[in-house]
């Protein structure tokens, strides 16, 4: 079981009262994109074994959806952050790296 | 490889049954191969033996990071089951099924195939339409399904309760050679069969990295070594991701855990296998007396093959509104399963977009049913480069918009 906590309301409760909303900080494809992008976008995730960035959402909290930086092997949480952004702050990265040396953002996201 | 039979038994019997061979050589890998099944679960075994049998390719390895049936062939709750929607779940499905019904023969290895009947319980006026017309898709498919009464229900499982509380059972689809199989005898049979034929079984035999030239696919890296290849095929279930990385290409895959339980040991109750998908949980008796129990899956990405325990907790109160009688049991044993779910509940078998790369995935939470279709129409794609039964499964789908749908057909399909 989970504990997290909600960056909106600051509640920390157990992982049933939060509902998971898949990978975060997928990009979508505008216009112009071409067939290839937009299964990508719709359909292919990463699914990373380790240190991994989803949506979550305080369901019967405050309602709000969020961020959470998580490890898939461990259950380890990271941090939460909040949902208006395009990829993890810094103290959200410093924090993994801590715990995950020679971690780096951008090698995860290739 | 000597037959098993009784009079290997009592022949054996004379000599304090110490002289047996090891069911499947253990040879040390080769430096090159006609063809790598990476994953030694029932589905990668299946595509190697069938490999062998029908096509006649027997330089063929499988390469298996831990030890035979070690990741969710050898966690699952065994039930076999055809009654799917779709024409292309159907053939497949229904392939798989029959090819149990003589696997134990064929193999020379007790199997334990028991068609002993599925029965979906109907507990909606939604799922009754829903599996009314499974029913009628399964008459146009050749697959033989049936919707039974509340009491009909009643008559084939004495125990169960159609009153309620919450949700009254309306009727129910019943598969009358639908069942279970003894889920490590077919990860071992498909070995101690494939061996025979020429395949290396190699346990202990982790891949770590794919090679590749401008051509595809050259080969793997092991924790016992480098191998050489021109065909691949990567069958490794909640671990799909992890090989796409190192080759290079995503799927439209995400693993996540499921988990079963089972009881104490009891004396016969129940001899189907009855699933409630409205209040997520399902129950068969093991020939041990256990009661073997299931239900839904987690809904974040998890590799740590644990379940959670609001999981348990859900699962045992459904089964328990279900079967009043089991209320008092003790579970014995819960465990947990990494599982690969695709967004249409649809495996994914197919070629990938690294030339000589092959994969078979997406099994989710219902994929010990299909092994022998599953290794058949894979190793007929490899083989011939394409197969009708396997041929609607191809990665490419996703792009087209050609989804094979049992989402909708069933909330927890095992
Ligand atoms: C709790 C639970 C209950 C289930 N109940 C049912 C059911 O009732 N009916 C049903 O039909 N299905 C059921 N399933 C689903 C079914 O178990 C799977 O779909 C099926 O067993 C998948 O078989 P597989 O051979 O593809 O995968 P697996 O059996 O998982 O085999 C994959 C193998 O690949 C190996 N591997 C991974 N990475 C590497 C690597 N890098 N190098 C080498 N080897 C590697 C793993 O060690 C593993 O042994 C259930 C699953 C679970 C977890
Ligand atoms: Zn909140």
Redesign the pocket.
Known sequence: MLLLTCPHCGVSAEETEFHPGGEAHLKRIGPDGDDDAFMGYLFERRNPKGVHFERWRHAFGCGKWFHLARCTVTLEVFGAYRADVHAPPAEIVERIQARRPGWTPEGEDA | MARYSVFAIARHAASWHQGWEKAWRSPEPKSEYDAIV?????????TAYYLAKNHGIRNVAV???????????????????SNYLRDPSAAIYELARGLYETLSQELNFNIMFSPRGVLMLAQTEHELRAYKRTESANRAQGIATEIVSPERCREIVPILNVAGPRYPVLGGLWQARGG?AR?DAV?WGYARAASDLGVDIIQG????GIDRDANGVTGVQ??RGPIRTRKLCI?????SG??AE?AGFRLPVESV????LVSEPIKPVIDC?VMANTVHG?MSQSDKGELVI?GG?DGFNNYTQR?SFQHVEETVRALVETFPIISRLRMLRQ??????MTGDRS?IIGPTPVPGIWI??G?????????PG?GWATAAMIANGEDPVAGPFGLERFREGRMIDESVAAAVA?
């Open positions: 990476i994953g030694g679960g029932g589905h990668g075994l299946a390469l298996e990071k831990s030890w035979l049936g070690g990741g969710n062939t050898g966690r699952n709750t065994t039930i076999i089951r279970t889920h990860a035999c982790e891949v770590t092991t924790t069958v490794v279930a909640g671990h992890v090989l190192m855990a499921l988990q079963a296998v399902y299931g899956a379940g465990w947990g399963g990494i599982v690969d495996p078979n995935c099994w989710g939470t219902g994929g010990f049913k299909a092994i599953s095992h």
